[in-house]
């Protein structure tokens, strides 16, 4: 079965990314997850995503089409990737969950994908 892990960060976590000191150990750690799950076989795709303030929100009202910049909620996490994987159930889902470097510092989302339409 296919779950995604969405990997949710807080604005602290994120600005690891760019700090002259921080940055190594942060990208190190998203690396090694990264190429472990790759490793095992389980990694069926993902990204990470640019920062919430690139962020474009759409909502349709009554037929008119409202855009706005910036992210969904004012939150103190923000959704900063993801990975799809392919796990035997939600516990082994949940093991990979519990590795990811946000998960101590943020959050990760895991939610099972829908079946497409079978023809």
């Known amino acids: 079965m296919q779950y995604v892990l969405l990997f949710h960060e807080t604005a602290e976590e994120r600005a690891k ?8 150990p942060y990208w ?3 690396n090694a997850y990264m190429g472990a799950m790759a490793q095992a076989g389980v990694m069926v795709g993902g990204n990470g995503l640019q920062p919430p303030e690139t962020a474009t929100t759409l909502r349709i009202e009554n037929g008119t089409r409202h855009v706005v910049d910036g992210p969904f909620a004012d939150t103190k996490e923000a959704f900063g990737g993801y990975v799809v994987l392919e796990a035997s159930d939600l516990d082994a889902a949940l093991e990979w969950a519990a590795r990811a470097p946000c ?8 939610r099972p994908v829908m079946a497409g339409p079978t023809a």
């Open 17 to 24: 990314r760019h700090d002259p000191v921080a940055a190594e």
């Open 103 to 110: 998960a101590s510092g943020g959050s990760v989302e895991i």
């Open 28 to 30: 190190g750690a998203w």
